[in-house]
């Protein structure tokens, strides 16, 4: 079963594309929810062109996500790759 990606306006707000979230998404390297708050998800992933990305979703269903935020990954997510 493949899963349907909705996503926010707000998902691109940094340039990211559509592709490249989908990329990431399919090739995460870390995939959690946050400790702060368990209704956000986390996934680290490479994009086409192999720069780790940042993406926050929201489960909507067992097969739908809402993706509400791309970027480049930070330092303070890039940590726990190495727990």
């Keep these: 079963m493949e899963i349907v990606v909705k996503f926010a ?9 559509g592709e490249d979230i989908y990329h990431a998404l399919n090739n995460a390297e870390y ?3 946050l400790d702060d708050d368990h209704t956000k998800h986390l996934v680290m ?11 926050l979703y929201n ?6 996500v809402r993706v509400f935020h791309a970027m480049k990954c930070r330092h303070i997510f890039r940590v ?3 727990k």
């Design 9 to 17: 306006p707000s998902a691109f707000k940094h340039g990211i594309t």
């Design 31 to 33: 995939d959690d929810v």
């Design 45 to 55: 992933g490479f994009d086409r062109r192999t720069n780790l990305l940042e993406i």
């Design 59 to 64: 489960v909507i269903d067992e097969q739908t």
């Design 80 to 82: 726990l790759l190495e």
